[in-house]
């Protein structure tokens, strides 16, 4: 009998292959965990889960903030405008009445 036809090999074959499939998977893995480390650094967030949930909610009430402050900007401006428009007018009836 050959070692080839040792079912024990054919077994041995597929451990080692098994083997072979989860090695690689878990250096994806390892990888992708690095690489979320790294990006989670440059982002200066730590590993504290409630300190970075807090900090998601505080810039979502400044973006909000900052968001009616330029709605508030953007109706002035237009007031500004309509006022401008309404003086370019004056003027140009005031020449035209001359």
């Known amino acids: 009998m050959s070692s080839e036809d040792r079912p024990e090999f054919e077994a ?3 451990l080692r292959d098994v083997l072979h499939s989860v090695t690689e998977e878990l250096a ?4 992708r ?3 979320a480390e790294s990006d989670q650094t440059e982002l200066g967030l ?6 970075n949930r807090e900090k998601v909610v505080a810039l979502e ?6 968001q009616q402050r330029l709605e ?3 109706v002035h401006v237009e007031e500004l ?3 401008l428009r309404f ?6 009836a005031e020449e035209r009445g001359r």
């Open 72 to 74: 508030t900007a953007r």
């Open 33 to 35: 965990a690095l690489k």
């Open 46 to 51: 730590g590993h504290d889960v409630v300190a």
């Open 87 to 92: 003086l370019e007018q004056q003027v140009a």
């Open 12 to 14: 041995l074959d597929e």
């Open 61 to 66: 009430s400044e973006n909000t903030d900052m």
């Open 28 to 31: 994806a893995w390892r990888r």
């Open 81 to 83: 405008l309509t006022r």
